[in-house]
Structure formats: C-alpha cells, structure tokens
C-alpha cells in the first residue's frame, strides 16, 4: 500500500489527473472524525473502535484525536500496536478464545479487560490473569449469543454461550474475584435495532439467573452503515434505544455501557475506486479489484447499489442501467460480485467503479492472491463525487 503525500480535494480529482490502474482507497479523516463525534455525542456509555475493521494507522491516529479513548482488540499484534499509538487507551481484548501465550503477553501490556464464553476458557484467564493491576480489578466479560437474525452476518455462530452457560460463568467470574460484566455481538451490519432490545433484556436475565450484578454491558458492534442508495443507518435511534432499553430491564442497577463498532465508525470515512479493464464482448465487467482485494466482505452484503462509474475524464456516467455480472481481477470463479449489478449502460473500458461506505473490512481483508492486491491509499479532504 503505497500512502499518498498529496491531499486531494476529492476522488474525481485524483483521477482526473493520475488515471490510476491500480485500486485506489480514498480516506476522508474529516468524514472519520465527525462520525466518531456523533458515536461520542449520541452514545450513552463508553465509545471503543474494534481494530480489526480497519487498522490503518491513520484511522486509528484520527479516532483519539476525535476523543475516541477505547479498542477492542483481539490479537498480540493488535494490542502492540494500540499500545503504541494510543499509550493511554483501554484495552479490551475480546477474542474469546487464545492460547496461553497470547493472555500471558496480554497481561504485560496491561490489558485490564477480556471477554469469554466457555468454562475452559474462562479457567485459563482465572490462572493467567491477576485478578488486581495497578489501577484496580480486572474485568472478566462474559460473551452470550441469542438465536435472533437481523444482520448481515451471525456473529453467533462462531461466538457466544448461551443464557444458561453465560449466567454460571458470570457467577465464576464474580467468585474468582473479577468484575464481572456482560457483552454480545449482534451481527455485523445489524438494521434491524430490535436486536439490541432482545440482548439487553436477556442481559438482565442472566443477571438475575446468576445473582451478579454486571458492572459494565458491551452491545457489541454491528452498527450498520449506509450500504444501499438511499438507506441511511438510523445511529441516533439505536443509541436512544440501547440507553431506554437498559434503563426499563435493569431499573436502578443498571450496568454501564460500553459500545465497540468497528464498521459503523469507519466505512463512511472511505471510498474504494476501481478500473474497469475489460467489458467482455460487451456484457461481462471486469475489475482490476475484487473479492480477493478490497471487495472480499461485498460477499455477505448482498447487491450492492451504492455506487458511481465514473469516465476517466472524472465525469459521472448517467442514464439508464443495465444488471451486469461484475468480476474480479484473478482467475478464480468465486471472484465476482453477488448477483447482477445495476451499471450505467455507457459503462467502458478505462472507467473507474467508485464504490462508497469502503472503510470496515476492505484493506483489512486485501490479498496479494495471482499477483493482484496493489492499492494506493489516497487522502482528500471530502469524499464528495
Ligand atoms: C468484529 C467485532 C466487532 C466489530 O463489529 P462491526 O460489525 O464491524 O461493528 C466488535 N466486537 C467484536 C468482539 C468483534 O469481533
């Protein structure tokens, strides 16, 4: 990835004048900024960003100037690299399962907060972790899933103890002399807000199963963003909603909040452009990116339209669209876009597809898979077309 030392005023400028044949990432820190201040401004607990959405450096330089002082992190590599561009930032390691090293090398860099969801697991961090560091007890969170659907992807699947397991681990937890807290996730690009209703009030419920009461509630990730023309993620109404829901299901003994969306906070603040190099015999297009490059999550999010094609003169494509089937640069068949994507019919050879909402799960999941995988990062001051 080759960083750009130029800051451009937007995408079409750029390549109006660089006619790039590599895939080109715009990040807009402005568009970063101002949506971590409205995670901050409109989220009634703790903001953490989890890195692994995107861990670019510069991403994680703008959120703590934009105020953001919390991450969840789920790997060595991870935790090394918040502790050294975020010295005073928590830390919250919430990959619920790790080897013995990894939890040893935790405890070093003063992680002061893990998450767990099976009695093996949890017994591991009672005997590697101090239950005391230097700035008083250490937080055991306990991960449970529910079988509910709303987002694009079942973090359940992989992760989560179910209310019964999650109650007497939260009771094991409280016994080994933890804090004992809760958290889910409920699926990525979760829009149906009617989840989060759903797991804070199995929260309580844990809560009273187990007779502990948790000092912090994590809600997880899963914020959505805007991935269709037209949607925009109602943030606002689900901060309000996680804030009333928790107040009616825990009254008086509320839990603090903690939130630690990764997709929600970045994907606006980027914009992914990629060359047409072919419209084979006028029907198929084929991209110098795809679902081994910046594309690989488009897998899960079903027909994308957010979208522009632009000329190489930078100037919008407009009309009518036809459903094309959009490929991927390599030889492998699973490298194409879901469906049949709705494209300008004028689309040519040269143009770029500018795809917005880029920011979570693009260069994180970049391969260099046949030889492809180059990306330019490209800084402008707006991410306007
Ligand atoms: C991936 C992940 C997140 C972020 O999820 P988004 O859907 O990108 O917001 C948060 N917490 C945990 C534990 C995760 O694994």
New binding site residues.
């Given amino acids: 990835m080759g960083l750009s030392k130029t800051i451009w005023a937007n995408p079409p400028e750029f390549l109006r004048a660089q006619e790039p044949e590599h895939p080109v990432i715009f990040f807009a820190p402005s568009v970063l900024q101002a949506t971590a201040r409205r995670f901050l401004d409109g989220f009634p607990g703790l903001v953490t960003y ?1 890195v ?2 995107n861990p670019a450096e510069m991403v994680i330089q703008n959120l703590v100037a934009a105020g953001i002082k919390g991450f ?1 992190v ?1 790997s060595p590599v991870e935790i090394a690299m918040i502790r050294r561009l975020a010295p005073g930032a928590a830390m919250h390691y ?2 619920p399962v790790r080897a013995k090293s990894e939890i040893a090398f935790a405890v070093t860099q003063g992680v002061v907060s893990y ?1 767990v969801d099976s009695r093996s697991e949890l017994e591991k961090l009672i005997a590697l972790v101090p239950t005391q560091n230097p700035h008083g007890p250490t937080e055991i969170t306990v991960r449970f899933k529910l079988p509910v659907e709303g987002a694009a992807y079942n ?1 359940g699947a992989k992760f989560g103890a179910t209310v019964e397991v999650a109650a007497a681990l939260l009771a094991r937890v409280a016994e080994a002399g933890f804090v004992p807290s809760l958290t889910f ?1 409920p699926g ?2 979760c829009t149906a807000p009617m989840t989060w209703d759903a797991y804070i009030r199995a929260a309580a419920e844990i809560c009273r199963q187990s007779g502990v009461q948790a000092r912090r509630l994590n809600v ?4 959505p963003s805007h991935r269709v023309k037209g949607e925009l993620p109602p943030l606002e109404a689900i901060f309000a909603l996680i804030g009333r829901v928790t107040r009616e299901a825990f009254g008086d003994k509320a839990p603090a909040l903690v939130c ?5 906070l970045v994907a606006e603040s980027m914009t992914s452009a990629a060359q047409v190099k072919a419209v084979r015999d006028g029907t198929h297009v084929f991209l110098n990116d795809g679902t081994y490059g910046l594309m690989d999550e488009l897998l899960l999010a079903g027909v994308i339209t957010r979208l522009t094609v632009l000329a190489p003169a930078g100037v919008k494509r407009e009309g009518p669209t036809v459903p094309r089937i959009i490929f991927g640069p390599t030889c492998d068949s699973v490298d194409r876009l879901p469906g049949e994507v709705p494209l300008p019919e004028g689309i040519a050879e040269g143009d770029y597809l500018v795809i917005e909402g880029m920011g ?1 799960y693009s260069t994180a999941t970049n391969t260099a898979f046949n030889g492809f995988g180059a990306v330019s990062v490209v800084t402008v001051l707006s991410l306007t077309l």
């Fill in positions: 989890a692994k959405s969840d789920a919430n990959n998450s973090f996730h990525t690009q997880g990730g899963g914020f630690e969306p990764g997709r929600g979570a």
